[in-house]
């Protein structure tokens, strides 16, 4: 089990889709946990759907930098928080939330 970050459309139809791996969401997680990151830790428990309201995707980005900047050391979850990031700023650009699907 792993989990889907998603736009919904207005229909709650996911627009913008990146699935982790259950390995990757756990290791995500718990770096999160580490550097106390108070929004992505919201996603510890991949059973649960979540979301990042449109007003705090902002300060979601810097979480995902502070991420990516402590994980120069895998190329694997480099590459995945790049895609986070990339999802983020397209729902900050339609001003959306961004949703966590339990999959």
Same mark, same amino acid.
């Given at each position: 089990?792993?989990?889907?970050?998603?736009?919904?459309?207005?229909?709650?139809? &996911?627009?913008?889709?990146?699935?982790?791996?259950?390995?990757?969401?756990?290791e995500l997680?718990?770096?999160?946990?580490?550097?106390?990151?108070?929004?992505?830790?919201?996603?510890?428990?991949?059973?649960?759907?979540?979301?990042i309201k449109?007003?705090?995707? &902002?300060?979601?980005?810097?979480?995902?930098?502070?991420?990516?900047?402590?994980?120069?050391?895998?190329?694997?979850?480099?590459?995945?928080?790049?895609?986070l990031i990339?999802?983020?700023?397209?729902?900050?650009?339609?001003?959306?939330?961004?949703?966590?699907?339990?999959?």
């Amino acid at each position: 089990m792993g989990l889907d970050f998603v736009i919904e459309d207005d229909t709650e139809h &996911p627009t913008a889709m990146l699935s982790l791996s259950a390995e990757s969401h756990w290791e995500l997680v718990e770096l999160s946990r580490e550097l106390k990151l108070r929004l992505f830790v919201r996603f510890h428990d991949y059973y649960e759907n979540g979301r990042i309201k449109e007003d705090e995707v &902002p300060e979601f980005m810097v979480e995902l930098k502070r991420l990516k900047a402590a994980s120069v050391n895998s190329a694997k979850l480099l590459a995945i928080i790049n895609d986070l990031i990339i999802i983020a700023a397209e729902a900050k650009r339609l001003v959306k939330p961004l949703c966590a699907w339990a999959d």
